[in-house]
């Protein structure tokens, strides 16, 4: 591709503050910012909205539900089964659904006949196999939460049933809708890096991220629910995928638990945090700092109306759940470091790097390609143009944006919901990008990284 059509192709991706360089050299990212403007959500005037039903009313089935709220239409909510009565009692007002439509457990919803468009599936990860599969034989379209299952076997029934029944089934891997991302993959896409040779990419989940979600959180355990490759990285193993645009071949992964152990617990620690525990005021992964005195992560509690009662709220719920317990005394395993190398067809490698000590979060991504690369940090990206030097920024800030605003993973949570109901409405499914089979193939690295670590060997990826 020559320099010429290399510029042309910027413009057409909307480098519209590209100016030819006098002295190429001189030109820097910072003389060349490019605003990602995200595209705007979908506002087609349906004739009704589409109506779900969702599984699971804790933080993500309200992330989607109030996407109802603010486009009442293109969707509407109108049933849900959550065993806990608080969020079944909220999620049911805010959405004014029925009492008939209101269940305690996902089972139940398929008792009756069906009586929804969709299903919104965002209960733990082991209770996405049986309501995805049930949801399916009865008809409807589906949002599932990843990981689609623990199990390989159980992802590809999924796949199958889903291909039997024609439906469509839009897999959670929100970050492919960020217009972050979607930019860096038209980039890529557009060939003007040249040949496509490797991709760098790492994950800092920040330390008091770890500490909460992976040691004392939901996911603290593996067995129970999933290892932290697909809990987690699911997204970067996706990411890469798809941007990479082939198929991974072989992968061999490292890594273990290091820190969050017992060997490692300060002298006078106790059991909890609120024990009258010696080390608490050095410790930075202290719940009673995190929770209590920062007041954060508490979005996991179900607080009551009453604001000026929070705060002996949170210190009763650090002396009953896991988020009050020492991160040195949980019965956790998942690993809090973790690398893994990939080689794609034709030759492209891939590092990936999963680190829980880190200040900081915000995936790092660096892309080479023969005639250039792109470095990027999820806020904006640079791609260096090799032979001239030239730079072009693209700059993401999707609160500026006011559709977007309380979608959570740069704005991909709601891009993503929006997609899936103009999928359904329209019955095609390549309005989506992360659909059943390429979700399924992305789940696939991360089980055989896992077979990797756990033996030592390079693993084949048979797709
Ligand atoms: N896409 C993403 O980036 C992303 C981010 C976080 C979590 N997740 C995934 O979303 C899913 C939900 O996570 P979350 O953070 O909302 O967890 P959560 O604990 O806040 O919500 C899950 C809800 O499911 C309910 N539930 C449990 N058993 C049920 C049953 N039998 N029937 C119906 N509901 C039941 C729980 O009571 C809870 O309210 C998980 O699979 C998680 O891995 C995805």
Redesign the pocket.
């Known amino acids: 591709m020559t320099l010429k059509s290399r510029r042309s192709i910027l413009k057409e991706l909307g480098f519209t503050a590209l100016s030819l360089p006098l002295i190429p050299s001189l030109i820097t990212a910072n003389d060349r910012v490019q605003k990602i403007i995200p595209q705007k959500l979908d506002d087609t005037k349906y004739d009704s909205p589409l109506t779900a039903i969702t ?9 989607y539900g109030n996407f109802a709220n603010s486009y009442p239409k293109q969707l509407k909510i109108v049933g849900v ?4 009565s608080i ?1 079944n009692e909220r999620y049911a007002q805010k959405h004014t659904i029925e009492e008939k439509h209101r ?5 139940h919803v398929f008792e009756k006949p069906k009586f929804a468009d969709a299903i919104i599936i ?4 082991d ?2 196999y049986g ?1 995805c599969m049930a949801a399916l034989k009865m008809g409807y379209d589906i949002l599932l ?3 689609i299952s623990p199990s390989e076997e159980q992802c590809r029934e999924i796949l199958e049933l889903s291909i039997k029944t024609k439906r469509i089934v839009a897999v ?3 970050l492919r809708y960020a217009p972050y991302f979607k930019k860096m993959k038209e980039i890529v896409a557009s060939g003007v890096l040249g040949q496509l040779m490797s991709i760098n990419h790492f994950e800092p989940i920040q330390h008091i991220h770890m500490a909460h979600s992976f040691v004392r959180g ?2 603290h355990n593996s067995k129970e ?2 290892p932290i490759i697909l ?1 987690k990285s699911c ?1 970067d193993m996706d990411i890469m995928r798809w941007l990479i645009g082939t198929s991974c071949e072989k992968i061999a992964a490292f890594g273990d638990l290091g820190w969050f152990k017992a060997s490692n617990a300060p002298e006078g620690s106790t059991d909890r945090c609120t024990d009258g525990c010696s080390a608490e005021e050095t410790c930075p992964y202290s719940a009673l700092k995190v929770y209590h005195r920062d007041r954060s992560w508490t979005y ?1 509690f179900d607080f009551p109306e009453d604001e000026s009662t929070h705060g002996d709220f949170i210190l009763d719920q650090l002396k009953t759940t896991d988020y009050g317990r020492c991160v040195y005394k949980m019965d956790n395993d998942q690993a809090d470091h973790y690398v893994a190398s990939m080689q794609f067809k034709g030759g492209i490698t891939a590092n990936f790097s999963m680190e829980a000590f880190t200040s900081y979060h915000g995936r790092k991504t660096r892309i080479m390609g023969a005639m250039g690369d792109i470095v990027g940090d999820m806020n904006q990206f640079v791609h260096t143009d090799f032979l001239t030097k030239e730079q072009y920024k693209w700059d993401v800030t999707v609160d500026e944006v006011s559709n977007y605003k309380n979608s ?2 740069g704005g991909g ?1 709601w891009a993503l919901v929006s997609d899936w109901i103009k999928a359904i409405k329209n019955r095609d499914p390549s309005i989506l990008s992360s659909t059943i089979d390429a979700s399924v193939e992305s789940h696939l690295m991360a089980f055989a990284a896992e077979k990797s670590r756990a033996s030592g060997n390079i693993i084949e990826i048979k797709v």
């Open positions: 599984l699971g009313a804790g933080a993500r089935g309200n992330t089964a959550e065993p806990i969020r269940f305690t457990t996902w089972e965002t209960t733990p990860d209770l996405h309501p939460e990843k990981p959670c891997h929100v939901n996911w629910t999933t809990a997204h996991v959570g993973h949570d």
